[in-house]
Each structure stands twice: as C-alpha cells, then as structure tokens.
C-alpha cells in the first residue's frame, strides 16, 4: 500500500456497490469526486452520516461532485441497512454504497488505521478533482461525525481557487472576500480583479470574491 497525498492521481479501481458492479473512474467521468469511508453498516453515526450524505446530494450534484461511500460490510448488509437509514433519516439513499468485504480498496486507500481499529475502516474523506487528482485528505475517528457543511465549503473553495489566482482565507464561506495570490504583481491585479482590492499587507491583498 503506498502513501495517498495531496496531489496524487486517486487509484482507480472496480467495486460491488449498493448501485451495481461499477470502475470508479467510469462512475466519475468528468465530474469531481467524494470517496468517504465509515466504519461499520447498523452503527448509529454512520447513520446519521449516509441520511445527511443523501440530503445534501443536490448541493453536491450543483457543484459537479459525485459521492460514493464506502465500509468493509457486504453488499446484503449494506443494503438491508439502507432501509434503516432512509426510515429513520428521512431520505433516498441515492448515490453508492461500496462493500468492500475483501478491503482491497480500504487499503488502497489507507482507510484502516490498526492502532485505531484493527478491522474497520475509519471515517475518511478524499476529493478528488475532475483531473483525477487528490484534493483533500479528512481523517476522522469512528467517534466522530464529519460536518458536510465542511465538505461544501471545502469544494467552493478548491473549484474557485482551480479558476481565479485567489486563496481563501480562515472561516471563508462562500461570497466573502479572497485573498489574492501572493504571485500577482500589485499592477497586475486591476486587470485581474476589476472589482478592487485591500492592500492589508505586502502579502496580504483582499478582494471580493471574482466568480460573485
Ligand atoms: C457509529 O457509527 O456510530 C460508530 C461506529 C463505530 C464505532 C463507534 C461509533
């Protein structure tokens, strides 16, 4: 198993999913990706994650990200607990559910931490981008339920910083200010950011956000 860094090209592979067999570069096509781990199918965190996965699909879908999850149960498990998970959280389960019962691609991915867990996988995020590229790396324990709203700031961010010579600063949501790449010559940035810019610092240059 080799490292997996920012940076690198995410390793493809074919899977049983909840939504049929399917080649992960296949199901991405051209759109960008969320590979999340959890631990284990009938625990109650994961739960509440895969329900809220399902209801913020289409603010992933807006942003041209496909979601596919992932535990080291098997396809019948997963899909007996699919019914708990949209009795209880309210939803459809509309994207995959990967069982990855050999773990082949939990290990892939790095996604078992023995010190952690000797059998399941933590809870994992990658993005990875329509390059195929790795984008964001989350590591979480099983104790703990990521916060999605992270994951679409996360994306708003990686998609804006992708298009316009900009960073975005602590806490930025998305319509705040930016922050202008420290590479951008002073005159260079009214023709790059017509709408002005705050020169708090020599490296520290604001502007409204250039996509708003
Ligand atoms: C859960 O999803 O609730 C969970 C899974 C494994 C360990 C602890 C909690």
């Not at 390059?131 to 979480?140: C, M, V």
Request: one cysteine or more.
């Amino acid at each position: 198993m080799a490292t997996i860094r920012l940076g690198d090209l995410a390793p493809n592979f074919d899977a049983k999913t909840t939504k049929g067999d399917l080649n992960f570069y296949d199901y991405l096509q051209d759109s960008w990706g969320i590979l999340f781990s959890h631990p284990a199918d009938f625990t109650p965190v994961c739960t509440t994650e895969l329900g809220t996965v399902a209801n913020y699909l289409p603010e992933f879908t807006k942003r041209n990200v496909k979601v596919i999850a992932l535990s080291v149960d098997g396809l019948e498990s997963h899909l007996a607990w699919i019914k708990d998970i949209e009795e209880t959280q309210n939803v459809s389960l509309n994207y995959p559910i990967i069982a990855d019962e050999t773990k082949e691609i939990a290990h892939l991915y790095d996604m078992i931490h023995p010190n952690a867990n000797e059998t399941f996988t933590v809870r994992s995020v990658f993005i990875i981008g329509n390059d195929k590229k790795i984008k964001l790396i989350l590591t979480y324990p099983a104790s703990t339920g990521r916060n999605f709203d992270e994951l679409l700031r996360v994306i708003d961010s990686l998609q804006l910083t992708a298009n316009y010579s900009v960073a975005t600063p602590a806490n930025w949501k998305d319509g705040d200010d930016v922050v202008i790449a420290p590479a951008i010559k002073d005159e260079d940035i009214p023709s790059k950011f017509p709408k002005g810019f705050n020169r708090i610092k020599y490296y520290l240059r604001m502007t409204p956000q250039p996509n708003k």
